[in-house]
Every structure is written in structure tokens, then in C-alpha cells.
């Protein structure tokens, strides 16, 4: 299994102590930041059983990184997971017309699975700072973000994939996560690892977001 070395541009220059992986999949952006960062304690979220045993197995050795076997969402509970045959392609949310044109994707079967409020597993001291926060998460992102609503304002930056399109069923865009992080003080700061279809134009992509500094035009009167 390789690191997601893709990311790297996202993160030239930055330094974390906290990094909350929501979306973890076998561990590819744990071992990304378990490289790039390490001194910095990982909690990485990854609801579908199929993958933990190769994430537990790479990070073994590893008192630094924490998998939590939940999904995050706005509320305690279950859900039903569609469950594709590209396991990282999995989510709450059923595979778009466009998903399955451009991908392939398919769903082999659901299943249930457990999910939790990000504040109903860790507490505001573990997370220190500076912090990021990693969504991957197939276009279940704005669900995600308001299970991480009372936790936010503990973390540094955002780092969320989304889509411009509906890529799954129901889901919301990139300007409606990019409206909720600006109501939380966070404004988009970089676009990296754009997809683009030659008949469709862009579809998605990484989106860094950063806390906005007191100092920003943004946030002054007027």
C-alpha cells in the first residue's frame, strides 16, 4: 500500500500535531500524513470492515495512529452503506448516473454501519493544534461537517474532497460546503488534484481550507 503522495503540494510549508482522517479507506492519506507529519497524533475514521485489517496491520507499530471503525454524521445511529466494487468508492449515498458513466462504479451490496458525531468519540483535548481536518468521504461531505460542527473551531485547516457535479445521489456540491466553512470563519486557500472529463468539464477535487486569521479583510466591518 503507498502513501497518497498527491497531496503533498496541498500541505508544502504546513505543520500539524493533530490530523482527524474521516474516510480513511486501508490508510493511504494516514500514511501519507504519518510521513509528512511525524510527530502528529492520527485519528482516522473508516466505517467498512473490509478494510481494517490491512489499515491495522500497516499501522501496527504505530502508538501515533488511531482507527475508529464509525462513520462521522450529523447524528449517533446506523445507516446503511452502499458498498462498491472499488471499496473506496463506498458511501451512504447511492452512485449518480454521471458516478457510474464516468467511473464504473457499482454497487455490489449495503450494509449497516455505525455513525457518530465526531464530538461523540473524541473531546475537545485531543485535539491540539495546530489541527487538520480530512474529508473523503464520496459525497456525504456536508453530513460529515455537521457532525464535526462543536469540534471545528479546534482545528486549522479543512482538507475535503468534493464535486462540482452530482457524482452521488442527493449529495451536496462544493459551493454549499464551501458556504458552510465560510459561516465557521474557514475560506478556501488551494485546489489541488482536479478531475476533469473531456465532456463533462470538471468534476471534482481536493479543496484546502484555511481558519480565517482576525487580520483578513474577510472578517472585518464593512
Known sequence: MA??????????????????????????????ARERFPSAKIFSFEPLDDCWDIFKRLFQSSDNVRLYPYAVAANDGEASLNVTTAKDSSSILAPSATQVEVFGTAIEHTKKIEVRRLGSV???????????????????????????????????????????????????????????LRKHDFDVRGVFNQHIDPSRG?????????????????????
Request: proline residues 4%; hydrophobic residues 45%; charged residues 25%.
Open 3 to 32: 502513501a497518497s503522495i498527491e497531496h503533498k503540494q496541498a500541505f508544502e510549508g504546513a505543520d500539524y500535531k493533530t490530523i482527524v482522517d474521516i474516510g480513511a479507506n486501508v490508510g493511504q492519506f494516514a500514511l501519507f
Open 122 to 180: 473524541l473531546r475537545n483535548e485531543d485535539i491540539t493544534g495546530p489541527a487538520l481536518l480530512k474529508i473523503d468521504v464520496q459525497g456525504f461531505e456536508l453530513d460529515v461537517l455537521q457532525g464535526c460542527e462543536e469540534l471545528l473551531s479546534l482545528f486549522d485547516a479543512v482538507y475535503v474532497e468534493a464535486s462540482y457535479l452530482e457524482l452521488y445521489c442527493g449529495q451536496a456540491l462544493v459551493t454549499d460546503v464551501i458556504e458552510f
Open 202 to 222: 470538471p468534476l471534482q477535487a481536493d479543496f484546502l481550507f484555511q481558519r480565517r486569521r482576525k487580520t483578513d479583510p474577510a472578517n472585518q466591518p464593512g
